[in-house]
C-alpha cells in the first residue's frame, strides 16, 4: 500500500501564496493521473487539480488560473503551487491517484494522507 504524506500548508494572508507537496512512499499503479483535493470545514471533498504522466492537467473553475500542478515522477511527488489566495481556499488539502469515469470524471482510489491544512485570512 503506497502512503501518501501532503505539506506545505499553513496560515497565509489573502493574495499570498503556497507551495503544497506530497511525498508517495512509491509508485502508484493503475492510476490515470495523481490529483489534488480539498475539503473545506463543513463541506464535502472537492477535486482541485489533476495531472497525468503525460503532464496533461485540469483544474477546477474556481482555481484556474491561480493554482498549478506539478509532479517529479523521480521523487514520487507532486505539487500545487497556489497563487492569490482568497478566504475560500481554505481547507485541507489532499492528493490521490486517480481513475477516470465513465462519465469523464476523476475518481481517487487509493488510500488518503493525513492532509495539510491550508487557511487564508481576509
Known amino acids: 500500500q503506497v502512503r501518501l504524506v501532503e505539506s506545505g500548508g499553513g496560515l497565509v494572508q489573502a493574495g499570498g501564496s503556497l507551495r503544497l507537496s506530497c511525498v508517495a512512499s512509491g509508485s502508484i499503479r493503475n492510476k490515470d493521473a495523481m490529483a489534488w483535493y480539498r475539503q473545506a470545514p463543513g463541506k464535502q471533498r472537492e477535486l482541485v487539480a489533476t495531472?497525468?504522466?503525460?503532464?496533461?492537467?485540469t483544474y477546477a473553475a474556481s482555481v484556474k488560473g491561480r493554482f498549478t500542478i506539478s509532479g517529479d515522477n523521480a521523487k514520487n511527488t507532486l505539487y500545487l503551487q497556489m497563487n492569490s489566495l482568497t478566504p475560500e481556499d481554505t481547507g485541507d488539502y489532499y492528493c490521490?491517484?486517480?481513475?477516470?469515469?465513465?462519465?469523464?470524471?476523476?475518481?481517487?482510489?487509493?488510500?488518503w494522507g493525513p492532509g495539510t491544512q491550508v487557511t487564508v485570512s481576509s
Open positions: 490521490n491517484g486517480v481513475l477516470r469515469t465513465s462519465g469523464g470524471g476523476w475518481s481517487a482510489f487509493g488510500s
Open positions: 495531472i497525468t504522466s503525460g503532464g496533461l492537467t
